[in-house]
């Protein structure tokens, strides 16, 4: 299996369809299999080859997609950059994959500059619309100008490209990915989805994070059309689904109650859109109810997973949100295995507990990561005899499906009982004033931990500290129940896979003390 196998079907199959959107500029699939190889080529030129790393430190753009396919036809592996991460983390990266090459748009320029300085051999090649720096070589005088070449021919078991995750709790990981391994997540993928016909897509995650570098591949496999947006923008997205007639999308729940709550909202015409895959977190039920009668054309299916998982586990397709009925439950759930994968829940001791039991979520499949590169040691606590350990909290039903309660890290331990935190948030998410919630443990010298909720409330709405609290009592148990919340107008702070940075939240509690989790 060749990841750049998926280019040359895209090509024959829909040779003059529209491949990329970006702005003003439309290319087709005939045009990308005229520019890929000349950019290949110029790579080559590069002494990208035998598996030598391009890095990318850009917003997302349509020559970021041509990147992905340019980079394998020239040899190398591909590694994209955080942009969310600061300059020293980015040179850790560049250092750990050794990378030959890096390529960075306007946003980045000045820090592409500086870290060249660091690294002299490292080429520069400068993605953006503006003018080309000093220093940097300009991408469409490579594509334009030079000759193309043959693909190089890696597949199988060899590299294809690390995607660079942590970086919170120590120095960044890479997680290393086959071609084999991404292209059967590929077609795992695309089996999963309910029509692959006249797919397009619109990104609005960073093509460093797998909520788009999934689709960046699959949707090429179908042949479909990639939407480009440079980050999430709820009145972007709204603008490219309506003028585009986008049939898929992969958003995070903040990101639609982002879009809901908008004032533009109802402006645009977002009917074309099939199919809404969210992560990153389990929708709450309100929240779905209300996306479901706002956008009653929308089929939304959740997935589970992590980078080293290749971005997903298991999903919940449409058909099982339901909200009334005998299968009700299984809208909490994460849903089944994804095709070729394999999930168990397991006790501290490793080994399965049963049925219904909690534990730790581990997952096995052909589509998992490698290792993490240059770190056999963290490799080794999270690979073990082939399982993925998750550090997810989670109990599976008679069924397959998988609920997932909590990181294992945000776990709230209070006078020895546990509280999962995603337990509490769902109890406050159902009141109709609350917009967004985290919840978190908070030092207490009566109880070890206290359960802390950070509430930013919907526009124009009335809530005091003493009705949420009393609105979970009626819900859950007085345990798990807030005993204090803070309130905030901003959104909550979320991390590139826009998962909420609880770590971020709790750090201010915790300053000179220790946590026991």
Request: hydrophobic share 45%; glycine share 10%.
């Amino acid at each position: 299996m060749q990841i750049t196998q998926f280019l040359r079907q895209a090509i024959t199959l829909n040779p003059n369809r529209i491949a990329t959107i970006c702005g003003d500029r439309q290319r087709t699939w005939s045009d990308l299999a005229s520019r890929i190889p000349r950019v290949a080529a110029a790579l080559h030129g590069l002494s990208v080859s035998d598996g030598a790393y391009v890095a990318v430190l850009a917003m997302n753009s349509d020559r970021y997609v041509e990147l992905f396919y340019a980079v394998p036809w020239a040899g190398g592996c591909f590694a994209p950059m955080n942009v969310r991460w600061s300059a020293a983390e980015n040179a850790h990266a560049l250092r750990d994959c050794g990378a030959v090459v890096l390529c960075v748009d306007d946003a980045f320029a000045d820090q592409g500059a500086a870290l060249a300085a660091m690294f002299p051999g490292m080429s520069l090649i400068h993605i953006g619309d503006s003018a080309t720096p000093e220093g940097m070589l300009r991408y469409e005088t490579l594509a334009a100008d030079t000759a193309p070449m043959p693909d190089a021919g890696r597949g199988g078991s060899d590299s294809y490209a690390v995607f660079y995750t942590g970086g919170t709790t120590g120095l960044p990981k890479g997680v290393a990915f086959s071609h084999q391994a991404l292209c059967q997540a590929s077609v795992a993928y695309l089996a999963m989805l309910p029509e692959t016909e006249d797919l397009s897509f619109a990104y609005v995650g960073g093509f460093f994070h797998f909520s788009a570098a999934n689709a960046a591949l699959y949707i090429t496999l179908a042949g479909g059309t990639h939407v480009v947006l440079p980050k999430f923008d709820p009145v972007l997205m709204m603008q490219a689904i309506a003028a585009h007639r986008v049939t898929n999308a992969v958003m995070v729940p903040t990101m639609v109650t982002i879009m809901l709550n908008h004032p533009e909202f109802d402006r645009y015409d977002l009917t074309s859109l099939r199919t809404l895959v969210y992560g990153g977190s389990p929708m709450p039920e309100q929240l779905m109810a209300e996306a479901t009668a706002r956008l009653p054309g929308w089929r939304f299916w959740q997935i589970y997973g992590m980078t080293e998982t290749g971005g997903f586990a298991t999903m919940l397709r449409w058909r099982e949100h339901r909200f009334d009925g005998p299968t009700a439950h299984r809208i909490r759930s994460c849903g089944q295995p994804a095709p070729g994968v394999e999930v168990r829940i397991v006790g501290a001791d490793g080994h399965e507990v049963p049925r219904g039991a909690m534990g730790e979520i581990v997952m096995r499949s052909d589509y998992q990561m490698s290792g993490y590169l240059n770190q056999p040691a963290q490799t080794a606590a999270t690979l073990r005899d082939g399982w993925v350990f998750s550090g997810d909290a989670g109990r599976m039903d008679a069924h397959g499906y998988l609920y997932v309660e909590d990181r294992v890290k945000d776990m709230i331990v209070t006078g020895g009982e546990n509280v999962f935190s995603v337990e509490v948030e769902r109890a406050l998410f159902s009141h109709p004033a609350v917009m967004q919630a985290a919840v978190i443990g908070i030092p207490s010298e009566a109880w070890g931990e206290a359960v802390h909720a950070i509430v930013v409330p919907r526009p124009g709405a009335a809530v005091t500290e003493a009705d949420l609290i009393a609105h979970c009592r009626r819900l859950i148990g007085g345990y798990k129940c807030p005993k204090s919340i803070t309130f905030q107008p901003d959104p909550l702070p979320v991390g590139p896979g826009g998962k909420v940075k609880k770590a971020a939240l709790r750090a201010p509690f915790w300053i000179g003390q220790e946590r026991r989790i």
